[in-house]
């Protein structure tokens, strides 16, 4: 069988090779219980399980101690055709008391695990049903626009609380903690959209594009180029000059990519936009782990974002930086 | 190890490795081997058409399964040595990229459907599993002697008065049946490696059909179990140890009929 | 038709589009007779016997078998030329298709084929039905039978693929009889055998035909091993064919009036030899060229 | 990097209805950069096709090739989770499963598509083990190893030079071997009799099939290199059995098969529905899939005109051996 999938190959000459190489070599030793980064759930706690990390992130900040959140690691990404849910997630989800996922297919995987381990009693939050989005919605990467995880909180706060009434007020002030880090991402947001709003960028694939609406900013690059580079399908030679002629005739700010998917197609339009001096601005797909929280995740792609247009920089990676300033 | 999850997959894992044992069975006599590969693929053309037209995938799925399996059963014939099967299969994948073109939207969701865990089965999942295998079953076991002198005496059969492009059809859409339903459910993986391997394997261990049969039904439901219980406690995937599974008891049967035979 | 005929063919044309393959080709078979269908390559033998076999539509003309009369795409009007009276076209093709038993002439098995001798017999009694089998108890018991009569009792566990190509060619026989068959039709049963597994053929053959007083139909392109089992042959040239007792049609008269050009055939020690003049006259109209060649090649 | 588009200006001139959209559409077809890379490593590696698809044709290893691409897929994985190029992975793994087929003294055409089958689930299983890996103990998040489509008008111009390089080593190695392949599809006895094993020829040959689907798979995509090594090579067999006359022509009507799907992609930008082009993956494999039927029709038609192909057609006669060519 072909592998179908929306994503293309990879090159991944920034991954950490010793690391997966020592993996491999650990697995095939035999090592193999310990080595699934997946936990067990804490006895006593509410059990939390959250498809993409991101999502698992805000159940952790909003649940603090009380929770015991493991988010599935197998991304959904990679190519389904071989994409295998351990029996781990599926245990997980057989005795989870919450699950988060995305919806809109990213994570259709969860869906049968679901079906397959029937419980009246657990709360399953499905982000696109809870922002009241229909299913045909274009851009699956709901998490980009702050809102949605105000939106997830208030709705994880309301579920601890009901597994957990005694705590209540506990989740009540780590939700209002994060409302206010929240807050502080909205006002970072707000005073650059003041700064640099109307900005025209470039994208390859609609990762970060809420985000990049909220900031007011101008995607040069119609959708129907990123769907096509989303769903793995031929761009036509006009697509590619077009956007070749946004970024070699500076049309653009700054030019964002999939930093998680380093495809040929991907990596052309890397190379015009680097042999052009766009600034080149990598969006992770998922929650880029250790270090990042949610908002402070956000904050380093507005960050990116900001010297980028501001000053010209290129941040292929993620600089770890504090919320504050 | 039994906890529900698993128990669907158990009793899922039994019925379709004996639906690739048996239907696999008159798939490898017949050297179908490729259209077997062929036609799941099919699949992903019949996603992309189902959510073009908003009818159910599934209806997508056979529609385009079945064409492929009259496309094949109508262009390959002994001097055509599977070319048709595999410009059919590329050009439904073609098809499949024009119409994901088109729709423009979020193309995992239309073919998150179609991709299959062998560990997230929904008991109503398992009726559907179920019934398609035992009547994928039981029709090849009505066909399975003209199946069987058509593939292997094609022209005895065709003086016997069965048309060899039907026989070859039914065959096919044998197999387009059982990979649409059963891919959605278990994955695309798991079904053609139950589909070849097991019954390449029984080839050499067993001289007889009918024993032929019962052999490849049994090495299919053994891996299957072996694997589930492995995957269950390495916590690797379950498609890992059915493929490996599959080219060691190959090797290994081969090599035990040649050293027998000798 | 008359009584104790098994086949009968008259007046056969089949035409594929630019050539005339057989043009007019009569001839009958008796039943418990072994007719030897005779000719170089490409005369039309493969096309006699698919026509026979049902497989192949002639384009006018008459095929009569016992079990049922068929008639082929012939029009109500050729039906009445040829027949004065109306041969009835009832016949299904499958029931006459039934009435024989039919051995191809390349069946190669492949070594690990999970396929014993007694498993292509078996599907030579029941192999072209669906649904299950009854009478598991009678069948095994005709298989036995089958191995006995065409002598290979030992064989019946084998794995066929493993058998030598005399041995094959003989579980063939046994899987085209055991559907108990009128007549048997075998394309070229002696090719590729060498000579002693040829003489075991030809004798397995005779006894079929006057044993079992099954008609036997087989084609071949040299008649020398089978002179002294034939009590027929039919030789086709040209699209034309003579037919009846060796010696009536293997002479130089009859092969050159079919040639249309002269053949000289000799007796040599007991063998025909059969010579075409190398300056080769007229090729007939529909001859496939064969007709020229220094000497005919059997 | 010459303007490689220049060189079919013919072939787009003759194309040309002189409708405006045509017009347009052709004067930048020409100076397209996008165009000119794809109708570059289009060429080669539809030279690379016309020749080892013959060859896999004519052996009866369709199966095998179309396999190579998602067994190779298996490597990248593996190339992945090292952290090495794909290529390299894509193509030991190629290696790799062309010394296993070629090992495994197949009995006939049908029992190598059996093996083929029974490796290629193996390697499906393999992949399933790499990619849980890979998604488990490395931060990549969109990893997939096989590229299906859409890749061909992105093809760099870095990559042309190495594309380049790797045509000429297939087109050498099968040129090595050609004529002890060719003798050793007829019959294998006939290579042993002069001494020499048809063995080392055939796995010469597949590792260059390896080879060719590999860089045809990641340079162009799965599907279209499957369709390009088997298309033409099937559809020139039908017609001729000279090896040299076929292994010109398969190349030829790859190449012309290649350039037309590109301009066609090019042209179906202002077709509808969306008025955004037509993927070029699909245009190609339809126009290989048209020509291979067409030229059963004509092969059908030869046999109707009173040719000397076959006295009945009918499957009694038809050739016991599989890899024969066709006549």
Same mark, same amino acid.
């Given at each position: 069988?072909?592998?179908?999938?929306?994503?293309?190959?990879?090159?991944?000459?920034?991954?950490?090779?010793?690391?997966?190489?020592?993996?491999?070599?650990?697995?095939?030793?035999?090592?193999?219980?310990?080595?699934?980064?997946?936990?067990?759930?804490?006895?006593?706690?509410?059990?939390?399980?959250?498809?993409?990390?991101?999502?698992?992130?805000?159940?952790?900040? *909003?649940?603090?101690?009380?929770?015991?959140?493991?988010?599935?690691?197998?991304?959904?990404?990679?190519?389904?055709?071989?994409?295998?849910?351990?029996?781990?997630?599926?245990?997980?989800?057989?005795?989870?008391?919450?699950?988060?996922?995305?919806?809109?297919?990213?994570?259709?995987?969860?869906?049968?695990?679901?079906?397959?381990?029937?419980?009246?009693?657990?709360?399953?939050?499905?982000?696109?049903?809870?922002?009241?989005?229909?299913?045909?919605?274009?851009?699956?990467?709901?998490?980009?626009?702050?809102?949605?995880?105000?939106?997830?909180?208030?709705?994880?706060?309301?579920?601890?609380?009901?597994?957990?009434?005694?705590?209540?007020?506990?989740?009540?002030?780590?939700?209002?903690?994060?409302?206010?880090?929240?807050?502080?991402?909205?006002?970072?947001?707000?005073?650059?959209?003041?700064?640099?709003?109307?900005?025209?960028?470039?994208?390859?694939?609609?990762?970060?594009?809420?985000?990049?609406?909220?900031?007011?900013?101008?995607?040069?690059?119609?959708?129907? #180029?990123?769907?096509?580079?989303?769903?793995?399908?031929?761009?036509?030679?006009?697509?590619?000059?077009?956007?070749?002629?946004?970024?070699?005739?500076?049309?653009?700010?700054?030019?964002?990519?999939?930093?998680?998917?380093?495809?040929?197609?991907?990596?052309?339009?890397?190379?015009?936009?680097?042999?052009?001096?766009?600034?080149?601005?990598?969006?992770?797909?998922?929650?880029?782990?250790?270090? #990042?929280?949610?908002?402070?995740?956000?904050?380093?792609?507005?960050?990116?974002?900001?010297?980028?247009?501001?000053?010209? !920089?290129?941040?292929?990676?993620?600089?770890?930086?504090?919320?504050?300033? | 190890?039994?906890?529900?999850?698993?128990?669907?997959?158990?009793?899922?894992?039994?019925?379709?490795?004996?639906?690739?044992?048996?239907?696999?069975?008159?798939?490898?006599?017949?050297?179908?081997?490729?259209?077997?590969?062929?036609?799941?693929?099919?699949? #992903?053309?019949?996603?992309?058409?189902?959510?073009?037209?908003?009818?159910?995938?599934?209806?997508?799925?056979?529609?385009?399964?079945?064409?492929?399996?009259?496309?094949?059963?109508?262009?390959?014939?002994?001097?055509?040595?599977?070319?048709?099967?595999?410009?059919?299969?590329?050009?439904?994948?073609?098809?499949?990229?024009?119409?994901?073109? *088109?729709?423009?939207?979020?193309?995992?969701?239309?073919?998150?459907?179609?991709?299959?865990?062998?560990?997230?089965?929904?008991?109503?999942?398992?009726?559907?599993?179920?019934?398609?295998?035992?009547?994928?079953?039981?029709?090849?076991?009505?066909?399975?002697?003209?199946?069987?002198?058509?593939?292997?005496?094609?022209?005895?059969?065709?003086?016997?008065?069965?048309?060899?492009?039907?026989?070859?059809?039914?065959?096919?859409?044998?197999?387009?049946?059982?990979?649409?339903?059963?891919?959605?459910?278990?994955?695309?993986?798991?079904?053609?490696?139950?589909?070849?391997?097991?019954? /390449?394997?029984?080839?050499?261990?067993?001289?007889?059909?009918?024993?032929?049969?019962?052999?490849?039904?049994?090495?299919?439901?053994? =891996?299957?179990?072996?694997?589930?219980?492995?995957?269950?406690?390495?916590?690797?995937?379950?498609?890992?140890?059915?493929?490996?599974?599959?080219?060691?008891?190959?090797?290994?049967?081969?090599?035990?009929?040649?050293?027998?035979?000798? | 038709?008359?009584?104790?005929?098994?086949?009968?063919?008259?007046?056969?044309?089949?035409?594929?589009?630019?050539?005339?393959?057989?043009?007019?080709?009569?001839?009958?078979?008796?039943?418990?007779?072994?007719?030897?269908?005779?000719?170089?390559?490409?005369?039309?033998?493969? =096309?006699?016997?698919?026509?026979?076999?049902?497989?192949?539509?002639?384009?006018?003309?008459?095929?009569?078998?016992?079990?049922?009369?068929?008639?082929?795409?012939?029009?109500?009007?050729?039906?009445?030329?040829?027949?004065?009276?109306?041969?009835?076209?009832?016949?299904?093709?499958?029931?006459?298709?039934?009435?024989?038993?039919?051995?191809?002439?390349?069946?190669?098995?492949?070594?690990?084929?999970?396929?014993?001798?007694?498993?292509?017999?078996?599907?030579?009694?029941?192999?072209?039905?669906?649904?299950?089998?009854?009478?598991?108890?009678?069948?095994?018991?005709?298989?036995?039978?089958?191995?006995?009569?065409?002598?290979?009792?030992?064989?019946?566990?084998?794995?066929?693929?493993?058998?030598?190509?005399?041995?094959?060619?003989?579980?063939?026989?046994?899987?085209?009889?055991?559907?108990?068959?009128?007549?048997?039709?075998?394309?070229?049963?002696?090719?590729?055998?060498?000579?002693?597994?040829?003489?075991?053929?030809?004798?397995?053959?005779?006894?079929?035909?006057?044993?079992?007083?099954?008609?036997?139909?087989?084609?071949?392109?040299?008649?020398?091993?089978?002179?002294?089992?034939?009590?027929?042959?039919?030789?086709?040239?040209?699209?034309?064919?003579?037919?009846?007792?060796?010696?009536?049609?293997?002479?130089?008269?009859?092969?050159?009036?079919?040639?249309?050009?002269?053949?000289?055939?000799?007796?040599?020690?007991?063998?025909?030899?059969?010579?075409?003049?190398?300056?080769?006259?007229?090729?007939?109209?529909?001859?496939?060229?064969?007709?020229?060649?220094?000497?005919?090649?059997? | 990097?010459?303007?490689?588009? !220049?060189?079919?200006?013919?072939?787009?001139?003759?194309?040309?209805?002189?409708?405006?959209?045509?017009?347009?559409?052709?004067?930048?077809?020409?100076?397209?950069?996008?165009?000119?890379?794809?109708?570059?490593?289009?060429?080669?590696?539809?030279?690379?096709?016309?020749?080892?698809?013959?060859? /896999?044709?004519?052996?009866?290893?369709?199966?095998?090739?179309?396999?190579?691409?998602?067994?190779?897929?298996?490597?990248?994985? %593996?190339?992945?989770?090292?952290?090495?190029?794909?290529?390299?992975?894509?193509?030991?793994?190629?290696?790799?499963?062309?010394?296993?087929?070629?090992?495994?003294?197949?009995?006939?055409?049908?029992?190598?598509?059996?093996?083929?089958?029974?490796?290629?689930?193996?390697?499906?299983?393999?992949?399933?083990?790499?990619?849980?890996?890979?998604?488990?103990?490395?931060?990549?998040?969109?990893?997939?190893?096989?590229?299906?489509?859409?890749?061909?008008?992105?093809?760099? /111009?870095?990559?042309?030079?190495?594309?380049? %390089?790797?045509?000429?080593?297939?087109?050498?190695?099968?040129?090595?071997?050609?004529?002890?392949?060719?003798?050793?599809?007829?019959?294998?006895?006939?290579?042993?009799?002069?001494?020499?094993?048809?063995?080392?020829?055939?796995?010469?040959?597949?590792?260059?099939?390896?080879?060719?689907?590999?860089? /045809?798979?990641?340079?162009?995509?799965?599907?279209?290199?499957?369709?390009?090594?088997?298309?033409?090579?099937?559809?020139?067999?039908?017609?001729?059995?000279?090896?040299?006359?076929?292994?010109?022509?398969?190349?030829?009507?790859?190449?012309?098969?290649?350039?037309?799907?590109?301009?066609?992609?090019?042209?179906?930008?202002?077709?509808?529905?969306?008025?955004?082009?037509?993927?070029?993956?699909?245009?190609?494999?339809?126009?290989?899939?048209?020509?291979?039927?067409?030229?059963?029709?004509?092969?059908?038609?030869?046999?109707?005109?009173?040719?000397?192909?076959?006295?009945?057609?009918?499957?009694?006669?038809?050739?016991?051996?599989?890899?024969?060519?066709?006549?």
């Amino acid at each position: 069988m072909i592998p179908l999938s929306r994503r293309k190959n990879v090159l991944r000459g920034r991954l950490a090779a010793p690391v997966a190489l020592v993996a491999l070599t650990s697995v095939l030793a035999g090592g193999v219980a310990g080595c699934s980064s997946a936990a067990q759930f804490r006895n006593g706690s509410i059990r939390v399980l959250a498809a993409e990390n991101q999502y698992g992130d805000i159940a952790q900040q *909003i649940g603090g101690r009380y929770v015991s959140v493991i988010s599935v690691e197998s991304n959904p990404n990679v190519d389904p055709h071989s994409y295998e849910l351990s029996p781990r997630v599926a245990s997980e989800a057989d005795s989870a008391q919450v699950i988060v996922q995305n919806g809109l297919g990213y994570d259709g995987f969860m869906n049968k695990v679901e079906a397959a381990t029937p419980n009246p009693h657990r709360n399953i939050v499905d982000v696109r049903r809870l922002l009241g989005l229909p299913s045909s919605t274009p851009n699956p990467h709901l998490w980009y626009e702050p809102q949605t995880m105000r939106r997830l909180a208030i709705s994880l706060e309301a579920t601890f609380g009901a597994l957990q009434p005694s705590h209540r007020g506990y989740f009540s002030a780590r939700a209002s903690a994060f409302f206010s880090s929240l807050n502080l991402l909205g006002t970072k947001i707000a005073s650059f959209k003041a700064k640099f709003g109307g900005q025209p960028v470039a994208v390859t694939e609609p990762v970060a594009d809420y985000l990049l609406q909220d900031l007011g900013l101008r995607i040069l690059t119609p959708f129907a #180029f990123q769907a096509k580079v989303m769903n793995g399908v031929d761009l036509s030679p006009q697509e590619i000059t077009a956007q070749n002629k946004l970024l070699s005739t500076r049309q653009v700010k700054a030019f964002v990519y999939n930093e998680q998917v380093t495809d040929p197609v991907t990596e052309s339009f890397v190379a015009e936009a680097e042999k052009s001096s766009v600034p080149v601005v990598g969006a992770f797909e998922t929650m880029p782990t250790p270090g #990042f929280n949610y908002q402070n995740w956000m904050a380093a792609e507005l960050n990116a974002l900001s010297l980028a247009i501001d000053s010209g !920089m290129s941040s292929r990676n993620l600089q770890q930086g504090a919320l504050n300033g | 190890m039994f906890s529900s999850f698993m128990v669907n997959a158990w009793i899922a894992g039994t019925f379709v490795a004996v639906l690739g044992g048996v239907v696999g069975f008159y798939v490898v006599l017949g050297g179908n081997t490729f259209a077997a590969h062929a036609l799941p693929t099919s699949a #992903f053309a019949g996603a992309g058409a189902a959510a073009i037209a908003g009818v159910d995938p599934l209806v997508g799925l056979l529609a385009f399964s079945l064409l492929g399996a009259v496309g094949i059963a109508s262009l390959e014939n002994r001097a055509s040595q599977g070319v048709p099967t595999a410009l059919i299969t590329t050009f439904i994948l073609g098809v499949g990229s024009l119409f994901l073109s *088109i729709t423009n939207s979020y193309g995992e969701q239309i073919f998150a459907v179609l991709f299959g865990q062998v560990l997230g089965i929904s008991r109503g999942e398992l009726w559907a599993i179920g019934g398609t295998s035992i009547v994928c079953v039981g029709a090849v076991g009505l066909m399975s002697r003209p199946i069987t002198i058509s593939v292997l005496l094609p022209a005895s059969a065709e003086a016997a008065g069965l048309n060899q492009g039907r026989m070859k059809l039914a065959l096919l859409a044998a197999v387009a049946l059982a990979t649409s339903i059963a891919l959605p459910v278990v994955g695309a993986l798991l079904i053609f490696t139950l589909l070849v391997s097991p019954a /390449a394997s029984a080839r050499y261990l067993v001289s007889s059909l009918r024993g032929g049969v019962v052999a490849s039904v049994m090495i299919a439901v053994i =891996t299957v179990w072996l694997s589930i219980g492995l995957a269950y406690l390495t916590n690797l995937p379950v498609g890992f140890f059915v493929g490996t599974f599959g080219v060691l008891g190959y090797v290994g049967a081969r090599t035990l009929s040649k050293v027998t035979s000798r | 038709m008359a009584n104790g005929t098994v086949l009968e063919a008259r007046d056969l044309v089949v035409e594929f589009p630019g050539r005339r393959v057989l043009d007019g080709v009569s001839f009958s078979i008796r039943e418990g007779e072994l007719v030897s269908l005779i000719g170089p390559n490409g005369a039309g033998k493969t =096309t006699i016997f698919r026509s026979v076999l049902g497989l192949l539509k002639p384009t006018s003309g008459l095929i009569l078998t016992r079990a049922k009369r068929q008639s082929d795409s012939a029009t109500a009007a050729t039906t009445a030329r040829i027949n004065g009276t109306a041969a009835t076209a009832t016949a299904t093709s499958t029931v006459a298709k039934r009435a024989f038993g039919y051995v191809p002439q390349q069946v190669s098995f492949d070594r690990e084929l999970p396929l014993r001798v007694k498993d292509v017999v078996r599907l030579g009694i029941d192999g072209h039905k669906f649904g299950f089998s009854r009478d598991r108890k009678g069948r095994e018991k005709r298989i036995a039978e089958v191995l006995e009569e065409t002598g290979i009792p030992e064989l019946a566990s084998k794995r066929v693929g493993e058998l030598s190509g005399g041995q094959q060619k003989k579980v063939m026989i046994a899987h085209a009889l055991a559907g108990e068959p009128e007549m048997m039709i075998l394309d070229e049963p002696l090719a590729n055998l060498d000579l002693k597994s040829q003489d075991q053929v030809v004798a397995l053959l005779e006894r079929v035909s006057k044993v079992k007083h099954v008609a036997v139909f087989l084609s071949a392109h040299d008649i020398n091993p089978l002179i002294p089992v034939t009590d027929k042959v039919i030789f086709v040239s040209g699209g034309k064919a003579a037919c009846g007792p060796i010696n009536e049609v293997m002479n130089s008269e009859v092969l050159t009036s079919l040639y249309g050009h002269r053949v000289d055939v000799f007796d040599y020690h007991g063998r025909m030899v059969v010579l075409a003049d190398p300056e080769g006259g007229h090729h007939h109209d529909h001859a496939e060229g064969h007709g020229g060649e220094g000497r005919l090649n059997w | 990097m010459i303007n490689w588009g !220049m060189a079919v200006i013919s072939l787009a001139a003759a194309q040309g209805t002189g409708s405006k959209a045509v017009a347009n559409g052709a004067s930048g077809f020409l100076f397209s950069s996008p165009v000119d890379h794809a109708l570059v490593a289009g060429t080669l590696v539809a030279i690379c096709a016309g020749v080892v698809g013959t060859f /896999a044709v004519f052996r009866g290893q369709s199966f095998a090739t179309h396999s190579l691409s998602d067994i190779g897929a298996a490597g990248g994985a %593996a190339a992945l989770l090292a952290g090495v190029t794909p290529l390299a992975g894509f193509a030991s793994m190629g290696t790799v499963a062309a010394i296993a087929l070629e090992s495994a003294e197949t009995t006939s055409a049908k029992d190598r598509d059996i093996t083929t089958g029974v490796l290629l689930g193996g390697s499906f299983g393999l992949s399933a083990l790499l990619l849980y890996l890979a998604s488990n103990f490395t931060n990549v998040s969109g990893a997939t190893t096989g590229v299906l489509f859409g890749s061909l008008f992105t093809v760099s /111009a870095s990559t042309l030079p190495f594309l380049a %390089a790797i045509s000429v080593v297939v087109v050498l190695s099968v040129g090595l071997v050609a004529r002890r392949l060719t003798l050793a599809s007829f019959d294998p006895d006939l290579v042993r009799v002069k001494g020499k094993s048809p063995r080392t020829a055939g796995l010469i040959f597949l590792v260059a099939l390896g080879l060719a689907v590999a860089m /045809a798979s990641l340079s162009l995509g799965a599907i279209l290199s499957a369709a390009l090594m088997i298309g033409p090579a099937a559809s020139v067999l039908r017609l001729t059995s000279r090896v040299g006359t076929a292994v010109l022509t398969a190349s030829l009507l790859a190449v012309a098969e290649t350039w037309l799907g590109i301009y066609l992609a090019y042209e179906s930008y202002s077709w509808p529905p969306n008025h955004d082009g037509w993927p070029a993956s699909f245009l190609v494999v339809a126009l290989v899939l048209l020509v291979y039927l067409a030229s059963r029709g004509l092969e059908r038609l030869r046999v109707l005109m009173g040719g000397n192909v076959g006295l009945s057609g009918g499957s009694a006669t038809e050739r016991g051996r599989g890899a024969t060519p066709h006549v």
